[in-house]
């Protein structure tokens, strides 16, 4: 199992920014898909973001296209996800998750296998 842990998070006024990090022990990083969930008190925990191996595909949930942006260092085994223009609903425990049966963007969290600790995002309005 890949052991992932998040950065990052933190309290910031609407319409600010954050940027997750995501760093990812191992060596085989650059072969698997990597995606972002968030969990929101009282609500189940939902897809946010994915990204493929390599980087070339990413998908996003309806909600957080045009302000979110995830993307991926192979390099340092590190996954981001850029957002802004936040929300006072995008407060949430927001966690990395690893697919390694899969290359291409996933988007249910049944098919990831590791998951981070989650970093908390809080959105003042």
């Known amino acids: 199992q890949v052991q992932l842990v998040e950065s990052g998070g933190g309290l910031v006024q609407a319409r600010g920014s954050l940027r997750l990090s995501c760093a990812a022990s191992g060596r085989t990083f650059s072969r698997y898909a990597m995606g972002w969930f968030r969990q929101a008190p009282g609500k189940e925990r939902e897809f946010v973001a994915g990204i493929s191996w390599n980087g070339d595909s990413t998908y996003y949930t309806e909600s957080v296209k045009g302000r979110f942006t995830i993307s991926r260092d192979n390099a340092t085994n590190t996954v981001y996800l850029q957002m802004n223009s936040l929300k006072p609903e995008d407060t949430a425990i927001y966690y990395c998750?690893?697919?390694?049966?899969?290359?291409?963007?996933?988007?249910?969290?049944?098919?990831?296998?590791?998951w981070g600790q989650g970093t908390q995002v809080t959105v003042s309005s």
């Open positions: 998750a690893a697919a390694r049966r899969f290359m291409g963007v996933v988007m249910t969290a049944s098919a990831y296998d590791s």
